[in-house]
């Protein structure tokens, strides 16, 4: 039993990415997610990570760097949101993990008002068979509204072009993280 979507969401997108593909970390974070995606696209592959914050960025560097796998990325301060305004590459994958940064500044959260244009470009450069995997935590301070509104917008794309998965818990709390999956056809 997998206790966790990003476990899940990690499986899935180990399947889709190739040596040599194209990916995009939009919260990179503490770097985990980036760690993860660098390791999967390989010595020629190519990892663009996003975060407002520079701690975020620099975190990200430094676990990178313990790894050797730093020439594998771009970090990118800036917001998701200018996503396509950095590549027009086909892309494999696209992670979200939303929320705010753990051991952070739990007010600087991600927002629907940039979240949306991320997802609606990200999906514009996904190639086919790609995926976009986001974790979603309606836990916090508008975390639900942000979750329920993407939840909402993966519901209506239209099933010809892509195929969308809700992943959550049925017998935990309502405010468990959940993960949504959308892989282009
Ligand atoms: C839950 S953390 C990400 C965890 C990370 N993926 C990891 O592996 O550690 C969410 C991150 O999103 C960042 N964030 C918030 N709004 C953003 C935005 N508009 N664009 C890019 N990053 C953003 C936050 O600064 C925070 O670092």
Redesign the pocket.
Known sequence: MIEYGLQFSKQVLRQSIQKGDWVV??????????VFLAECVGDQGRVLS????KK?LDSTFSQLKERNLEQRVKLIE????YLTEYTNKELAAI?F??????G?NHK????LE??LP?VDGGLGLLKKGGVMSM?L?PGHYGGKSESETLIRYAKMLPSKYYTSLHYHFLNKNSNSPQLLLIQKK
Request: with cysteine.
């Open positions: 970390d939009c919260t990179a974070g503490n770097g985990h997610d980036t996003f975060d407002i914050q975020a800036s917001s998701h949101a992670m993990n939303l929320g705010y940064l753990p952070g600087v959260v991600t927002k940039s979240t991320a974790m935590y």
